[in-house]
C-alpha cells in the first residue's frame, strides 16, 4: 500500500471513530445534563465578562481560582454561537472530540500501529467517564485533550531523531527543521496543559521522571535527544512564563484551592485503595461526575485494560512506551490520590488517554497472539469478539448515560435545575416589574448567568421579608420547598397577589413559585413609629413579644436613599443604672439587618426582626427600649431627623416601656 492510501485510511478510520464521539458527546446535549451547576455557572459567567471586556486576567481568582484556558475559549464561542448553558457545554464536547482525535495521532507516534491507534481512539470515545466530562461546561476535559497533543509531538521528535542518526541530520538542514518543529509544539502544547485546571500540575511530574527514567535506562538517550529536549523545555518556558509570573507573584493564589482539597497521612493510604478500585469496583459518587459507583471500566474494557497493564509490566525495562503508559497512569492519578473524595475523576481525567492506550495495548497484543498461529479461524474469531466486545462497551456507555444516569431525578439538585429555570423565568418577566428571589445567594453564578443582566433583588425570606415600593409591579420568586414563609405573607399583605406559575422538581413534588403582587402593601404593625434615621432609613412600626427570657422584636424599616453602607442595628433595654456597670443598659442585641442596608432601594419595606436577650438577674422595674442604627467599623451613629428632615442631636429612638421582667 502507497504512503497516499495509506493517509486516506488513516482519515477513514479517525473520521469513522471521530463521528462516533461527536454522537456521544452532541446528542441531547440541549437535556443532558439538565439545569446548569454551580461551577459550570462560574466559567460562564466568566466567559461573558472576557467577552464584554469586564475583566481579562491571566488567572482568575474567584471561586477558589481557575486557570483561563476554559473561560477564555468559551468567551469565543459566546461570541459566535451566543451565551447559553449549550454553548458552555458544546465547548466540551468539541474538546473531548478532539481529544479522541489527538489520542489517535498519539498511538501512532508511540507504537508506530494504525490498529492500537485506532482501539485507543474507539476506547476514549466510548468511555463513560470521558464521555461525562465531555458533556460538562467545566474545565476538566482540557486537560487531558493538551497533554494528548504534547505527549504526541513529544515522542514525535523523539522517535523521529531515533531514526536519523545525528551525523545525517547534521548534513541536512530541513531534516533538522523537522526533527526540531515536534519537540517546539510539546513544548507549547506542554505549556498550555497547565493553563487548563490545577491536576496539570502533575504533567511536569510526569514528564520529568519518564526523561529521567529514560537516561538511567539508556545512556545514549540523552546523547540523541538534548538538543530537542531544550528545545522543547524553552519553548514551554516561554509559553508558560505569563502565568507562571503572575503565579509567582501571588503564591497564596496558587496554592488556595489545593490547601483546601489536601488530603492527611492517613486519608492518602486509603486513596491509594479507592483509587486502584475505581477502574474494577467503585467509581465516582458525586452525581455530577459520574453514574454513582459505576467503575471506570465496563467488564471487556477491564479485561483490555488488565492484559495491557500485564503486558506494560513484563515490557518495562526493554520498551518505553510500556514505561511512558505506566508513569502516566500513576502520576496523574496521584491529583485523587493527595486529595479528598478519593476517587475523583474530574482530578483524574488526565488519566482517560492512558487508560484508552493500554486498554488498546492489551487488545491489540491479544490479537496479534492469535495471528502467530497462523489459523484464519482463531484470528477472525479474536477480531469478531473485538467487534462485539466494543459493541457492548458503546451500548453499555449509552444506555447508563442517557437511559439510567439521565433518568435519575436526583440531577435536579445535583445541577441546580430548579434555581436555573426559575431565574430563566424571572428574567424573561416585563422589564417594569421588580423581581425579587427568596431565599438564595446574589453571588450564586448560577442565578448570575441565568438573569443575563436582569436587575433582580435577592434576600431570605425566612428571616426577612422585603416589599416592593408603593404602586409598583413585582415578581416574587419563592423557593418555597426551602422558603415556607413568604408566600403567605405575601398574600396577607397584598389582597391581589396571585400565583403565576409553579416549579415541581423531577419527582413532581413542589419547589417553586411565581408570585406576582402589586400596589401598596397592608401592613399593620402593632405599633406606629415615624423615625428617621439619617433620612436614610426610617423606622415606620414594630411588633412586639415577651419570650421567657427575652424580648422578641419584629421592626419595620422604610429606605429613604440608597447607601453603600452596611448598618447595624442596635436594641438596647435601659432602666435605673445597673449597679454592677453604672450603666443604664441592662440588654442589648446589636446585628445587621439579614438584609444588608446596602441592598435597600428606596420606597422598599423591610421586615426584620431582633431579640433582646433579658439576663438573668435582671430587677424588676420599668425599662424602655431604644433602637438607633451604626457604622460597625466607625461606631458613627445615624442622627435622628425631625419630620422636617433636619438633623437633632439623638442617635436613637425610643419605642417602647414597660416592666420586666
Known amino acids: 500500500m502507497n504512503q497516499r492510501s495509506k ?24 437535556e443532558l445534563p439538565p439545569g446548569l451547576h454551580f461551577d459550570e455557572a462560574f466559567n460562564a459567567t466568566m466567559a461573558r465578562n472576557v ?13 477558589l481560582t481557575e486557570e483561563p484556558m476554559a473561560i477564555y475559549t468559551t468567551a469565543l464561542a ?21 481529544g479522541v482525535g489527538a489520542l489517535y495521532f498519539l498511538a501512532r507516534a508511540l507504537f508506530q500501529s494504525r490498529w492500537i491507534a485506532a482501539l485507543s481512539a474507539l476506547t476514549l470515545a466510548v468511555l463513560y467517564w470521558h464521555l461525562n466530562f465531555s458533556r460538562l461546561g467545566m474545565e476538566p476535559i482540557f486537560t487531558p485533550l493538551m497533554a494528548t497533543l504534547a505527549f504526541a509531538f513529544l515522542w514525535q521528535g523523539l522517535s523521529l531523531r531515533a531514526a536519523h542518526p545525528s551525523s545525517t541530520l547534521r548534513s541536512a538542514q530541513n531534516a533538522r527543521r523537522a526533527m526540531t518543529l515536534p519537540f517546539a509544539l510539546a513544548g507549547f502544547f506542554f505549556a498550555a496543559t497547565l493553563y487548563t485546571y490545577k491536576a496539570a500540575l502533575f504533567i511536569p511530574i510526569l514528564v520529568g521522571a519518564f526523561i529521567l527514567l529514560e537516561i538511567i535506562l539508556d545512556h545514549a538517550f540523552w546523547a540523541r535527544h538534548h538538543r530537542g529536549l531544550i528545545i522543547f523545555a524553552l519553548v514551554a518556558i516561554l509559553v508558560y512564563a505569563p502565568l507562571g509570573l503572575y503565579l509567582v507573584a501571588h503564591p497564596d493564589e496558587f496554592f488556595q484551592r489545593p490547601s483546601t482539597v489536601a488530603a492527611t497521612n492517613f486519608t492518602i493510604v486509603e486513596n491509594i485503595a479507592r483509587v486502584a478500585g475505581m477502574f474494577f469496583i467503585n467509581g465516582d459518587t458525586n452525581p455530577r461526575s459520574n453514574l454513582p459507583e459505576r467503575p471506570a471500566l465496563d467488564p471487556f474494557l477491564a479485561l483490555g485494560f488488565s492484559i495491557g497493564i500485564a503486558i506494560c509490566l513484563a515490557r518495562f525495562r526493554r520498551d518505553a512506551p510500556a514505561r511512558f503508559l505506566l508513569l502516566w497512569l500513576i502520576v496523574m492519578s ?25 486498554v488498546a495495548f492489551g487488545f491489540a497484543s491479544l490479537i496479534e497472539h492469535s495471528r502467530l498461529n497462523r489459523s484464519l479461524f482463531t484470528v477472525r474469531f479474536a477480531c469478531s469478539l473485538l467487534i462485539a466486545g466494543f459493541a457492548f462497551s458503546t451500548f453499555s456507555t449509552a444506555r447508563d448515560y442517557f437511559f439510567v444516569w439521565g433518568a435519575r431525578t436526583g440531577l435536579y439538585d445535583s445541577f441546580d435545575v430548579g434555581i436555573y429555570t426559575l431565574a430563566q423565568k424571572l428574567r424573561d418577566r416585563p422589564g417594569d416589574e421588580i423581581v425579587y428571589i427568596t431565599p438564595a445567594d446574589p453571588e450564586h453564578y448560577t442565578i448570575r448567568f441565568a438573569l443575563d443582566d436582569r436587575d433582580v433583588r435577592v434576600f431570605d425570606g425566612r428571616r426577612v421579608i422585603v416589599l416592593p415600593p408603593a404602586e409598583s409591579v413585582a415578581t416574587f420568586g419563592i423557593i418555597t420547598r426551602a422558603d415556607t414563609r413568604t408566600r403567605a405573607r405575601l398574600e396577607k399583605f397584598y389582597r391581589e397577589a396571585r400565583v403565576i406559575e409553579p416549579l415541581d422538581d423531577f419527582t413532581a413534588q413542589p419547589y417553586a413559585i411565581i408570585l406576582r ?7 399593620a404593625p402593632e405599633k406606629i413609629v415615624h423615625a428617621n434615621f439619617g433620612d436614610v432609613i426610617e423606622l415606620i412600626g414594630y411588633d412586639i413579644a415577651r419570650e421567657q427570657n427575652a424580648v422578641a422584636l419584629t421592626l ?12 447595624t442595628v442596635f436594641a438596647q433595654l435601659l432602666g435605673a443604672p445597673n449597679p454592677a456597670t453604672q450603666s443604664p443598659v441592662w440588654a442589648q442585641a446589636d446585628a445587621q439587618p439579614t438584609d444588608p442596608t446596602s441592598h435597600w432601594r428606596v420606597g422598599e419595606i423591610i421586615i426584620d426582626e431582633s431579640r433582646i436577650p433579658l439576663p438573668e438577674n435582671l430587677p424588676r422595674g420599668e425599662y424602655e427600649i431604644q433602637i438607633g442604627m451604626y457604622i460597625l467599623n466607625t461606631g458613627a451613629r445615624l442622627p435622628v431627623f425631625t419630620s422636617n428632615r433636619a438633623p437633632t442631636e439623638r442617635d436613637s429612638v425610643s419605642i417602647e416601656r414597660s416592666t420586666y421582667p
Open 7 to 30: 493517509r486516506w485510511q488513516d482519515i477513514f478510520i479517525v473520521a469513522a471513530i471521530i463521528l462516533l464521539a461527536t454522537a456521544l458527546r452532541v446528542y441531547r446535549l440541549d
Open 51 to 63: 467577552l464584554l471586556g469586564v475583566e481579562r486576567p491571566i488567572f482568575f481568582r474567584q471561586d
Open 78 to 98: 459566546f461570541g459566535i454561537l451566543g451565551q447559553s448553558a449549550w454553548t458552555l457545554r458544546f465547548v466540551s464536547a468539541l474538546v473531548g472530540i478532539a
Open 334 to 358: 496521584l491529583p485523587s490520590i493527595l486529595t479528598d473524595f478519593a476517587p475523583h475523576f474530574g482530578r483524574n481525567l488526565a488519566v482517560t488517554p492512558a487508560l484508552a492506550l493500554i
Open 517 to 523: 403582587v402589586q400596589g401598596a402593601p397592608h401592613i
Open 556 to 567: 419595620y424599616w422604610r429606605s429613604r436613599a440608597i447607601t453603600r453602607d452596611d448598618y
